[in-house]
């Protein structure tokens, strides 16, 4: 009951800048919180950042912390990840995720979108 699309990716050189968006459709009103998780080949999935309904509370890996800003527009059902200062190191796949939950110290979900590539060059 939940479609999420991701779009933005690509190449992009070191200090450069890009932003994400994530087009939600379905029963998202009853899952709330959003967010953006990432997997580089080899790895596990991380968690990268997530928001609140209202956009009050926002959370984000100590790796991204002032460089990545996750913001939403309810109106438009859209997420969206500006990133700036990127790193070669945030190569990886990024996938919108709804229903953000925490377990502990850490952040998953049971709904995704389909990815979308970002790769940072030096």
């Known amino acids: 009951q939940v479609q999420l699309v991701e779009s933005g990716g690509g190449p992009v050189q070191a200090e450069g800048s890009l932003r994400l968006s994530c087009a939600a459709s379905?029963?998202?009103?009853?899952?709330?919180?959003m967010g953006w998780f990432r997997q580089a080949p080899g790895r596990e999935r991380e968690f990268v950042a997530a928001?609140?309904?209202?956009?009050?509370?926002?959370d984000y890996a100590d790796s991204v912390k002032g460089r990545f800003t996750i913001s939403r527009d309810n109106a438009e059902n859209t997420v969206y990840l500006q990133m700036n200062g990127l790193k070669p190191e945030d190569t990886a796949v990024y996938y919108c995720?709804?229903?953000?939950?925490?377990?502990?110290?850490?952040?998953?979900?049971?709904?995704w979108g389909q990815g979308t590539q970002v790769t940072v060059s030096s």
């Open positions: 928001i609140s309904w209202s956009g009050g509370r926002t």
């Open positions: 379905g029963r998202t009103f009853d899952r709330p919180v």
């Open positions: 995720a709804a229903d953000v939950r925490a377990y502990g110290f850490a952040y998953w979900s049971d709904y």
